[in-house]
């Protein structure tokens, strides 16, 4: 049921059937079936040959897109106001317009020539627009476009996306509900279709102990009714590579997923420090695998339980000999396993029949024999 108020959508079904799958070129990505995106951002740090290597990393890991960030330092922040709020022990760099500055070289023609690379060895190419040039000059490479969580207030930007038409991901870090609706309501009615909204902390790093995952469901519950539901992550991944918060989200039902990627995690600096790489990657995606196996259909499915239905289940047996004539009871009866016979849920229709023949103890009941 869709609720609408002053605040917003609220989707009070709650259930996974119920949740809207996320549509990117012919493809429907869903439960336990999520657009996996690798963040590439700016980790290539200006090297055109590095952010190749690790479209080719994405692709042979089983991520369905990769990710770059499309922006002018000039565009972005102040020179001398915009104070860093990333973790500054791992990026030591104290101003957002000096660190977007050192890495906004990449031109029209490197961002086409990734597209192409992209193409090629069949991943989704996206990038994140900072700037309403950035809208227009990436128009013609991506299927889909994504709104930063420190964007979801900017209102130009929000518009020219919008213009598009094209299926849009919004990441939700650090807005409240208001906000939300605000820039979804910019969205729907300029007519985009298919919504994306990824929970998503403002931190870099993000601790587990503050990743808040719950809000996934809050998100589904209040919004899953109009738009999907997805998860952007900055949490770094364990010790052995593993990506529990990505695989608890889609245990969730987060049907689109964007993490951080690098070469190399141990790097200083920018966004490697809490980035997957190509190992963890590949882990996560084959435990998914595995996930979806176990899940399964939603119907209940008994072919492969055939054997088990008829040996393992418990037949009415005698349980001493009986003549021909003999009443049955539940003194004379007792419940056996055995791959002949009246099934013991028939237990009340035998109850007071009488025998039409003889039957020896140990002997199932068959109905030829009432």
């Given at each position: 049921?869709?609720?609408?108020?002053?605040?917003?959508?609220?989707?009070?079904?709650?259930?996974?059937?119920?949740?809207?799958?996320?549509?990117?070129?012919?493809?429907?990505?869903?439960?336990?079936?999520?657009?996996?995106?690798?963040?590439?951002?700016?980790?290539?740090?200006?090297?055109?040959?590095?952010?190749?290597?690790?479209?080719?990393?994405?692709?042979?890991?089983?991520?369905?897109?990769?990710?770059?960030?499309?922006?002018?330092?000039?565009?972005?922040?102040?020179?001398?106001?915009?104070?860093?709020?990333?973790?500054?022990?791992?990026?030591?760099?104290?101003?957002?317009?000096?660190?977007?500055?050192?890495?906004?070289?990449?031109?029209?023609s490197d961002y086409l020539e990734l597209a192409k690379t992209s193409e090629d060895l069949g991943v989704v190419f996206l990038s994140?627009?900072?700037?309403?040039?950035?809208?227009?000059?990436?128009?013609?490479?991506?299927?889909?476009?994504?709104?930063?969580?420190?964007?979801?207030?900017?209102?130009?930007?929000?518009?020219?996306?919008?213009?598009?038409?094209?299926?849009?991901?919004?990441?939700?870090?650090?807005?409240?509900?208001?906000?939300?609706?605000?820039?979804?309501?910019?969205?729907?009615?300029?007519?985009?279709?298919?919504?994306?909204?990824?929970?998503?902390?403002?931190?870099?790093?993000?601790?587990?102990?503050?990743?808040?995952?719950?809000?996934?469901?809050?998100?589904?519950?209040?919004?899953?009714?109009?738009?999907?539901?997805?998860?952007?992550?900055?949490?770094?991944?364990?010790?052995?590579?593993?990506?529990?918060?990505?695989?608890?989200?889609?245990?969730?039902?987060?049907?689109?997923?964007?993490?951080?990627?690098?070469?190399?995690?141990?790097?200083?600096?920018?966004?490697?420090?809490?980035?997957?790489?190509?190992?963890?990657?590949?882990?996560?995606?084959?435990?998914?695998?595995?996930?979806?196996?176990?899940?399964?259909?939603?119907?209940?499915?008994?072919?492969?339980?055939?054997?088990?239905?008829?040996?393992?289940?418990?037949?009415?047996?005698?349980?001493?000999?009986?003549?021909?004539?003999?009443?049955?009871?539940?003194?004379?009866?007792?419940?056996?396993?055995?791959?002949?016979?009246?099934?013991?849920?028939?237990?009340?229709?035998?109850?007071?029949s009488q025998l039409s023949k003889s039957v020896r103890e140990n002997q199932p009941i068959s109905w030829s024999d009432l």
């Amino acid at each position: 049921m869709l609720v609408t108020g002053c605040m917003g959508w609220q989707n009070k079904s709650g259930t996974i059937s119920s949740m809207k799958t996320f549509n990117l070129n012919n493809k429907n990505f869903g439960y336990l079936n999520p657009f996996i995106i690798a963040e590439i951002g700016v980790n290539h740090e200006g090297s055109l040959d590095a952010a190749k290597r690790m479209i080719e990393l994405v692709a042979n890991s089983g991520g369905h897109a990769a990710k770059f960030q499309t922006y002018s330092a000039d565009k972005l922040a102040t020179k001398t106001t915009s104070p860093a709020y990333w973790d500054t022990s791992k990026e030591s760099i104290s101003s957002q317009h000096q660190l977007f500055q050192k890495w906004s070289s990449f031109t029209d023609s490197d961002y086409l020539e990734l597209a192409k690379t992209s193409e090629d060895l069949g991943v989704v190419f996206l990038s994140t627009p900072f700037d309403l040039d950035a809208v227009n000059s990436l128009e013609p490479l991506v299927p889909a476009y994504k709104i930063a969580s420190a964007d979801i207030t900017n209102i130009p930007l929000i518009r020219a996306i919008a213009g598009k038409r094209k299926p849009v991901i919004v990441s939700v870090g650090a807005a409240n509900f208001g906000e939300i609706d605000l820039c979804l309501s910019e969205l729907i009615k300029s007519g985009v279709q298919d919504i994306s909204l990824l929970h998503c902390v403002l931190r870099y790093p993000t601790p587990p102990q503050i990743a808040f995952l719950k809000q996934i469901t809050d998100l589904q519950e209040r919004f899953g009714a109009s738009v999907s539901i997805g998860y952007s992550d900055h949490v770094p991944p364990t010790d052995g590579g593993g990506l529990p918060q990505l695989e608890l989200a889609s245990a969730l039902g987060c049907v689109v997923l964007e993490k951080h990627f690098t070469l190399d995690k141990s790097k200083p600096g920018n966004d490697h420090y809490h980035a997957m790489d190509a190992i963890d990657l590949k882990r996560f995606t084959e435990n998914l695998g595995r996930y979806r196996e176990l899940y399964g259909e939603g119907e209940i499915q008994l072919d492969s339980q055939k054997e088990a239905i008829q040996n393992a289940r418990r037949r009415i047996v005698a349980k001493i000999d009986l003549e021909s004539g003999s009443t049955l009871s539940s003194d004379n009866l007792i419940a056996l396993r055995a791959n002949v016979g009246i099934e013991i849920s028939d237990w009340d229709k035998v109850i007071g029949s009488q025998l039409s023949k003889s039957v020896r103890e140990n002997q199932p009941i068959s109905w030829s024999d009432l």
